[in-house]
């Protein structure tokens, strides 16, 4: 059975960091693309970054390139998201899915995922 399990989350002060791991089991990363995404409250969900099964492409929402990086443990099968210099705006629940990558943008959680990790709440505030 395909699943993905978010960790890492919590309360951190403005300008600093969290990690979270997307574990997955049921399936390989090197067969699927791996997307995050956050959902702040009373907004939308949004794509935030992304990694191809290959592990070679990555891709960042604008509001987090330079300060957020993707990477991928195969060993582990997890995928993590290293999360730096962290804002009031970064708040928001958090989660992983499999995707579907076309071109060159971010996954759309409506119409690019296939399946769900259950989430975590990232809380930036002092």
């Known amino acids: 059975q395909l699943q993905l399990v978010e960790s890492g989350g919590g309360l951190v002060q403005p300008g600093g960091s969290l990690r979270l791991s997307c574990a997955v089991s049921g399936f390989s990363l090197d067969d699927y693309n791996i997307g995050w995404f956050r959902q702040a409250p009373e907004k939308e969900r949004e794509g935030v970054s992304c990694i191809s099964k290959s592990g070679t492409n990555t891709n960042y929402a604008d509001s987090v390139k330079g300060r957020f990086t993707i990477s991928r443990d195969t060993a582990k099968n997890t995928v993590y998201l290293q999360m730096s210099s962290l804002k009031a705006e970064d708040t928001g629940v958090y989660y992983c899915?499999?995707?579907?990558?076309?071109?060159?943008?971010?996954?759309?959680?409506?119409?690019?995922?296939?399946?769900w990790g259950q989430g975590t709440q990232v809380t930036v505030s002092s």
């Open positions: 899915a499999v995707v579907r990558l076309s071109g060159t943008g971010l996954p759309d959680p409506n119409y690019d995922v296939y399946y």
